[in-house]
């Protein structure tokens, strides 16, 4: 092991720049080995260190007082009251999901489960954002069918219920997809799990599946203990085994239960390695592993291996001294590999023993402190012209505009995919896939949590500053129209290659963006996950900062859903509609232009807004409500009269703005309400400076714009329904 | 001409099915069991000219569609 | 009514069909870990949904060939209720308490959704707080639930009215529009030759509470409690 | 010793993986497929004094678990 020499080679193959490695000489006093430098490699690797985000992710804000724990630790934690707290964070596997689509979704899934019951905490709803190419493209069915089928596999098997997602198709994410899983858990907010290792000589302890040669980073080794053969065996993506995560996550919450935990950690990316090291570092002390402990799958593995591999439903813990037995017999009962593979030390360095003989030796402290961060060079994105509404020709009938709208692979029901998921398991599922945000049950409570997933990519693009200011006013707005207070964000930053200026420029735009509305909307940053590089040959993804939220509704009983409830009840527009078209889904799919400033957010709008339409749910003055969003007016009515099999008819429109802006413009803060109380909503919104107009009412089994433009829902519900399964089934001609 | 395609999962790569199945041969009471691994078995039914045509063939089917070489392996049998 | 429920490695959806129980009989159920030596004495057992380790080799395979099965198929031939739901069926057939296998649902894809079926029979411990005929809407969330068994069997649960619930369409029409997996003569639940063994792929569990959107899965649990009191 | 065992559906039994698989190929422009079945294969590794023994033990797990005879066919091989 310690024979390999190293050279500029093995070190390049590892990562690290010139200058990083002279880092590594003088941590080291001296010149690593293999084991070492593959440490050094995976902890400065841009996933572990976030070297080109680090510097810009310190800006977000993340405090709060329903904040018990921001970024830094495995999941974010917010207060929900009664002694509660909802645990949740978002991850990336967008690049194994596109070589091995069901492996890849399914093991992303799976981690970021693990990352939520580390803390303590019972997973009760998992969230996908997905992003795929253009249909057109021959990969593109093959990618959704198995992504799809990995997320509900993994999280169907394993019992939670998977309540919300979003899908985009865009040409730019032909060469890399993007497959973002969130979960949220629900735990006491006084028995929440940390990683920080502390007690000298307390049992450091392997639990969970056995270790073999998944995933270890692919630096080719120029030596006997590498030979071509080992390089052969080494498999790049990860199979999940959904039913041992079961095991480990029953094991482990039930020994939460007792107080025989000092510390927990799960082994994502960089397994062993980022583990142990996070562990130590968190606690300021040194950790010992004897690596021939470990529990192993395969024959001949090497400690390099060992601390590199990512095989998957792994944990290491910390035990109060003399608890090991205890915890012993619960992983046992549940059928899972235990190992007390090393101790807490004095050292403050990693110390790795294979059968007694050292192979690895670093201090923790400077290897995580002096980990590399970059202030990359960046160029802003230069602004797009506004489009004049005027300035379009006449698209013709509005309801054939929407019908097309309808069933564009963008906006089309998503039903083919969530079908696939078991949305319903644990029986507290009040809102299924196809509201604004999920709802899911607190149980023994009158309590509910609402979340979401959301981002407009091609805004982001356009101007990466309100695409991420939107991003986030979005998620924020659609737990908002379903009666819950939001809580907090988690992010998924998906970009490419940020050694280009002006992917890093969309990145800053991004942040700079969701900074200012976390800001404003009282919506804190408690956790999030950076995926860079999704290029291929040079072209990169539309920069998708993916956001993930959660909200609070104290009462469930009060909750708000989209559907229309009853006929003759009056629809009120809530929010100002100037009717802005540019980079709309109007203007995409009907005009086939992607162009344009996208929509600008008022901040101050969003949040006033907001609180008016918890306050009027709060009250029971609506009877259905929804944000509009992508498509704008027309498709927000149509939605509702879908969800509610009741049609509508609009009255009233806008006399500044032309028929098309009105209706398909996609102006933001707004929301529809429907209610049997008017007046009292109108004086509500005007005492609250919220724009509020009567558009029209419910009734009838058609839409109806305008008097000479119906449609009925049953053609509406056809044009929406059925242009998924149709691609699915490779029967879509995909004309469009 | 018939084909069976035989997938197996590389060597290396975890085998929960496998090690579920061993688990529970165990726990019906067969001993000296040491591995078990599952994997797929394909056959098809096809016109080819002879068995060397016929395994081109079924070869590019598993390059495009029956095997996934990231993480399986497959092997092909003709017969006639 | 005493009711165990039996939680295998992987089974997950114990709380729902626990909390499904104790709202129709007010009295709370006792779980039962697969691996403890002796089963209650219960009136009813119950074989919840989920996926018994993990559903590998076939779903039910393994369960379905556990000591703990042989316990419960003696408890069923001594006269004892056992209700399988989903995983449940599959571990009841596996175990030979049901007829027939379920297979891989035709679509070959796993489907959650809320299902209309109707009631063919209310004439068992399992269903007489239904009337005959009537149309309900229990969720569905499974992978395998394809049910198939043979001319002479399927013959015989008709003529020995052992089935329970067929999927039908909305209207409660037993068609194939209706048909979600692909069943055999649209089958969704049926009983054994005594008629104190039910497997059904539905999920009555979670249609018991007005937040879940429906409460038709009530009257299972409430046909169950009026006969074991 | 090796054993495998491939479990196949009986015939007669609808087969739709097969059905879909069949399909697929058809899709992506392979000819003359007349028929596709997909079945399972399991490889034991496991200690037995002779072929046998080990025949038999195998056999009496195919019918303890590995396969369901209402709907499955198995075939069982031995190597060294
Ligand atoms: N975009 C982001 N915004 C805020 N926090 C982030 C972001 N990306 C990562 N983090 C935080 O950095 C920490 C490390 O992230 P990560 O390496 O993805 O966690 P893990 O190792 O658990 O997968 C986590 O606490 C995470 O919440
Ligand atoms: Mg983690």
Redesign the interface.
Known sequence: MSGVKMTPELVAEHGLTGDEYNTVLSIMGREPNITELGIFSVMWSEHCSYKSSRFWLKTLPTTGPQVIQGPGENAGVVDIGEGQAAVFKIESHNHPSY??PY?GAATGVGGILRDVFTMGARPIANLNALRFGDPGNAKTRHLVDGVV?GI??YG????VPTVAGEVNFHPAYNGNCLVNAMTVGLADSDNIFYSKASGIGNPVVYVG?KT???GIHGATMASAEFSDQTEE????????????E??LLEACLELMSTDAIVSIQDMGAAGLTSSSVEMADKGGVGIRLDLDKVPM??EGMTPYELMLSE??ERMLMVLKPGREDEARAIFE???LDFAVIGEVTTSGNLELFWYGETVGDIPVKPLVEASPMYERPWEPTPAQAEIDPDSLPDAGKMTNCLKDILSSPDMCSRRWI??????????E??QIPGGDAAVV?IPETSKALATTVDCTPRYCLADPEQGGRQAVAECWRNMVATGAKPLALTNNMNFGNPERPKIMGQFVGAIKGMAAAAKTLDFPVVSGNVSLYNETEGKAILPTPVIGGVGLLKD?TKMATLAFKAEDETILLLGESKGWVGQSIFLREIHGREEGAPPPVDLEAEARNGALVLDLIDKGLVTACHDLSDGGLAVGLAEMAMAGNIGATVAEQSDETPAHAFFFGEDQARYVVTSTQADAVIHLAEQAGVPVQVIGRTGGEALTLTPEDTISLELLRHAHEDWLPAYMS?EEAAEQ | MKATVTITLKSGVLDPQGKAIEHALGALGFQGVNDVRQGKVIEIDLDAADPTTAEALVKDMCGKLLANPVIEDYSIEISA | MRAAVIVFPGTNREKDIAEALERASGKKAQFVWHGDSDLPDVDLIVVPGGFSYGDYLRCGAMAGNSPVMRAVKQKADAGVRVLGVCNGFQILTETGLLPGVLMRNAQLKFICKKATLTVQNSDSDFSSAYSEGQRVVFPVAHNEGNYFADDATLDRLEGEDRVVFRYADADGTVNKAGNINGSQRNIAGILNEKRNVLGMMPHPENATDPAQGGTDGLGLFKSLAEVLQ
């Open positions: 070589i091995e492996q089928a509900g596999g169907n098997c394993i019992g599946s073999g040669r998944d065996k080494r498999p790049t993506v990860q199979v999940g085994d959904p039913f041992t079961k095991l799958r395969e095989s998957q009962k549940w059928e969530w079908e696939q998921y078991d949305h319903l398991i644990r029986g599922t009040l049950r469930h490779g």
